[in-house]
């Protein structure tokens, strides 16, 4: 977001974008991370789910404020957007081998 | 950078608050009502209130259900307790209509005739559906996540916390008390804040983050929750076999135990060979909401089943839900709870009329442009007051023998709600609509006592006589809330005054 005067400008494409990454992206980050999460973890497979669904919202939290803080609507995009990536790519080998 | 941060969580704080903090204010009052639920819905029937506490007669309820549901598919028997004097049993057929339900005197198993209400789980469903069913739940929790950036933004932004706890300023300018009361409200049951949105996302873990089911149970919850619950499911052989006692089963599902109560007892195809019985424990006296089970054969009343929750991951989900739900019975953190609740309301609040008193303050223009915003909050917060004490006056009103009366406690409450929605939009003058409405709330939850007084024999002179608390406290709490809302509406008398002052002197300075 550009300074002016030590105040923010907020163009409204800048927002929507940031919002939508907070809302969409984060949901999307948070869904994978969960799943990553709840392959991984060595515990019986409700408790793996349990565990991994209780810590979804801190990271959901943590991911609405980038999108905020991020220093472009962008960076916020990116910034949520390759780790989910990174995480289905990861979960979904570990998905077929684990899951009967 | 570290200015830029703080300035982007000020702007999420502010943004997010306004938007959200309507819905979130609805949810927290209605939310703190939840806290005394069963008190509310006790208070809601008095056609109970002559039950006095007696050893509970599981017979002649199964007695009940075998003449009025012989041929029904599931039996429930819930038992009475401390806050919920009557013994409920319901049914259900096999064609899985409708569940039907009954209250009975828990002494002699006869059959009471009480007003249809929805009591106290009205504010309940309302506090995480909005009347919306699963579509409602969504928004909650949309709120519910808004809530917790709110709670980290306004952490990050008030980082003086202590100091600007220490500091509140009634006297000094509008806004800054109003900042003062919110940042005070916010910090001084901060923890409060955090667990409560917190827990309350984690107890619909399997709406809002299903994503370990869908990998590990086909995406159906509702094999996770067999696989952890672990209820015996027979069929139903239809060979007609007799029922054993259930008074003795529930006895010997209390030895399992090593003490506790029963809640509720479940009979699955009563009459049949394979009828199965399970007594299930109350949780009140853990704060893990975990009801401990014990399944028996209904015909030969073997043990076919011990289930306690187990597993770290579990315990700490019941941990959680526990800590939201509240069933854990202990009076005083019961009343802390609705006192935070309240606080929580308080702090959302004053964060939506600060926004208003903020831009009201510091320029003249466009009355507008913040009228919206000004109506929106008198709708929401003044308006659910006058409709939540409507709801308490329909009560007492409709007549007992109205058919769907349940149904028209609750659109008196919805149409009063809108009525003031209405009058919010119409009325020119924002702080006298304010003064209108709260002083509308505050007579009816004054006057609550006295309606009382009049249709019931409930009323705060025989209640205090006798010392039942869980009725007189509905009453006194209404006078309570009815003195301290005529109380804001005086102070909201006097600081109109100020307001207008200094709109009208920044317009003269302004100038030709």
New interface residues.
């Given amino acids: 977001m550009g300074n002016v005067n030590g105040r923010k400008k907020h163009p409204w494409q800048d927002v929507a974008s940031r919002v939508a990454a907070a809302a969409l992206g984060g949901y999307g980050l948070t869904y994978s991370f969960t799943t990553f999460l709840t392959l991984i973890l060595p515990l019986p497979r409700s408790e793996a789910v349990l565990a991994a669904a209780m810590c979804s919202f801190i990271l959901y939290t943590g991911a609405i404020l980038w999108a905020f803080a991020a220093s472009s609507s962008r960076q916020a995009w990116m910034g949520l957007l390759v780790p989910a990536v990174g995480c289905c790519v990861v979960a979904v080998p570990l998905a077929l081998a684990v899951v009967p | 950078m570290k200015d830029?941060?703080t300035?982007?969580?000020d702007?999420?704080h502010t943004w997010g608050g306004l938007v959200f903090g309507w819905l979130l204010f609805v949810i927290f009052l209605t939310g703190t009502l939840t806290v005394f639920d069963k008190e509310i819905t006790y208070w809601m029937q008095p056609e109970l209130h002559r039950l006095t506490p007696s050893p509970v007669n599981i017979q002649a309820a199964a007695d009940q259900l075998a003449r009025l549901a012989p041929a029904a598919d599931d039996w429930w028997i819930e038992l009475p307790h401390f806050r919920t004097p009557e013994l409920t049993i319901s049914w259900q057929d096999l064609d899985q209509g409708q569940q039907e339900q009954r209250k009975l005197d828990p002494a002699t198993g006869e059959i009471m005739t009480v007003r249809g209400t929805r009591g106290g789980e009205f504010f309940y469903r309302f506090h995480y559906q909005l009347h919306l069913d699963r579509l409602g739940t969504w928004v909650v929790g949309?709120a519910a996540?808004?809530m917790?950036?709110a709670l980290?933004?306004g952490i990050v932004i008030h980082h003086r916390i202590f100091k600007d706890f220490f500091a509140f300023r009634p006297q000094a300018s509008l806004q800054r008390s109003w900042l003062d009361a919110h940042n005070a409200t916010g910090v001084l049951m901060l923890p409060f804040h955090v667990v409560i949105t917190?827990t309350g996302?984690?107890i619909f873990?399997?709406i809002?983050?299903?994503?370990?089911?869908?990998?590990?149970?086909e995406g159906e919850f509702g094999n996770?929750l067999a696989?952890?619950e672990q209820r015996v499911d027979r069929k139903r052989t239809g060979t007609p076999a007799s029922l054993a006692s259930l008074a003795a089963l529930e006895q010997r599902a209390k030895i399992q135990w090593n003490g506790g109560v029963t809640e509720w007892i479940q009979v699955r195809h009563p009459g049949d060979l394979h009828a199965t019985v399970d007594v299930v424990r109350r949780a009140d006296d853990r704060l893990a909401l975990i009801s401990d089970r014990v399944t028996f054969d209904g015909t030969t009343g073997d043990v076919l089943k011990v289930w306690k929750g187990e597993?770290?991951?579990?315990l700490?989900?019941s941990v959680?839900i526990g800590l939201h739900y509240l069933w854990f019975d202990h009076a005083t953190i019961r009343w802390l709870y609705f006192f935070m609740g309240l606080t929580g309301s308080v702090m959302i609040a004053t964060g939506s009329l600060l926004w208003v008193i903020k831009r009201r303050e510091s320029h003249t223009s466009n009355h507008s442009e913040y009228r919206i915003v000004e109506s929106l909050n008198i709708a929401v917060v003044a308006g659910l007051l006058v409709a939540v004490a409507a709801f308490f006056w329909s009560n007492r009103l409709w007549p007992s023998d109205v058919p769907g009366r349940a149904v028209w406690e609750m659109r008196t409450f919805f149409l009063v709600w809108c009525l003031c929605a209405v009058h919010a939009c119409l009325r020119r003058d924002c702080s006298k609509a304010w003064k209108e409405q709260l002083v509308a709330a505050a007579a009816l939850f004054a006057l609550l006592p006295l309606l009382n007084l009049v249709t019931t024999d409930s009323h705060l002179f025989v209640t205090l006589a006798v010392c039942d608390w869980r009725l007189a406290g509905v009453d006194l709490t209404c006078l309570a809330v009815g003195g301290s809302l005529f109380g804001a509406a005086w102070r909201i008398g006097r600081q109109a005054v100020p307001a207008q002052q200094s709109i009208s002197s920044s317009i003269v300075e302004a100038g030709p």
Avoid: I
Wanted: aromatic share 24%; charged share 5%.
């Fill in positions: 830029s941060f300035q982007s969580m702007w999420l949309a996540m808004v917790l950036a980290a933004t917190f996302l984690v873990w399997m809002y983050m299903p994503g370990g089911v869908d990998v590990f149970y996770m696989e952890v597993g770290p991951a579990f700490t989900y959680l």
